[in-house]
């Protein structure tokens, strides 16, 4: 039996060795789901960087890459683009984006060191965790947090892949962190707009008037798609 714990975020990672495992990183509102529907509608790979300044340095130096950034929610001065996972349609397929955020972006860079990375959301949680599952290693489930403190929507996000974890037979929830994780994604499946709304990310959402954005990232399994995150370099592709 395989092993899948939760770590609600990057500071609570520890010294805890990540390289025999597969971790999944969620930035429900809005990262990942930003992530995950840039590469549904055909984008060819999103950099993560955790750092802004870092992403604008490269973008200069990769003329027709889509710059995406966000700061208190609303895009930052000089991108191209924001953190809303609707913004992207068919007239940007076969692009590539580099993209940083406040806590997505900086908590991929914190899981570098894992044995395989994904990044999930609600949207895709099925897809990611049949890409976890599929390296028969123990999973390691971590939230991005908000500003410092523990995400109530990234943990929902866990808990939805430690739901189809465990329906595959081959895993158990092995700390307190997953079972919690698990019992909110449960109690809040048929709700999740609401839930989500009230989370502090989705109260800085809607105080930053993007709204929509919440809508998108509340939808269960509704894209597909994997996104494998290279540790090396932190773009991510579709999976597999």
């Known amino acids: 039996m395989l092993n899948v714990e939760v770590v609600l975020m990057p500071k609570y990672l520890g010294d805890s060795p ?3 495992k597969t971790v999944v990183v969620f930035d429900v509102l809005r990262a990942t789901t930003t992530i995950v529907a840039a590469l549904a509608v055909g984008i060819q790979s999103v950099r993560a960087f955790a750092n802004l300044d870092e992403a604008k340095t ?7 890459v889509i710059l995406c ?3 208190n929610a609303l895009p930052a001065p000089g991108v191209d683009m924001g953190n809303s996972p609707g913004q992207f349609g068919p007239e940007h ?4 984006v580099f993209l940083s955020t406040t ?3 900086k908590a991929l860079n914190a899981a570098r060191s894992a044995g395989n990375l994904f990044a999930g959301a609600l949207v895709n949680a099925s897809a990611a965790a049949k890409a976890a ?3 028969n290693q123990d999973v390691l489930l971590l939230g991005s947090g908000t500003n410092g403190d523990i995400a109530m929507e990234d943990t929902i996000g866990a808990g939805a892949v430690c739901d189809h974890l465990l329906e595959t037979g081959k895993y158990s929830l092995a700390n ?3 079972r919690m994780a698990h019992r909110l994604f449960l109690a809040s499946r048929n709700d999740l707009p609401r839930v989500l709304r009230d989370c502090q990310g989705g109260r800085n959402v809607t105080k930053a008037g993007l709204e929509p954005d919440i809508d998108f990232a509340a939808r269960l399994d509704v894209l597909d798609i994997a996104a494998v995150v290279d540790r090396e370099s932190l773009v991510i592709r579709r999976w597999p």
């Open 18 to 20: 990540m390289e025999t």
């Open 58 to 64: 490269a973008a200069k130096a990769n003329p027709g």
């Open 69 to 71: 950034g966000e700061m």
């Open 93 to 96: 397929s076969g692009r590539n």
């Open 103 to 105: 806590n997505g972006t």
């Open 133 to 135: 599952a599929s390296t």
């Open 176 to 178: 307190d962190a997953a």
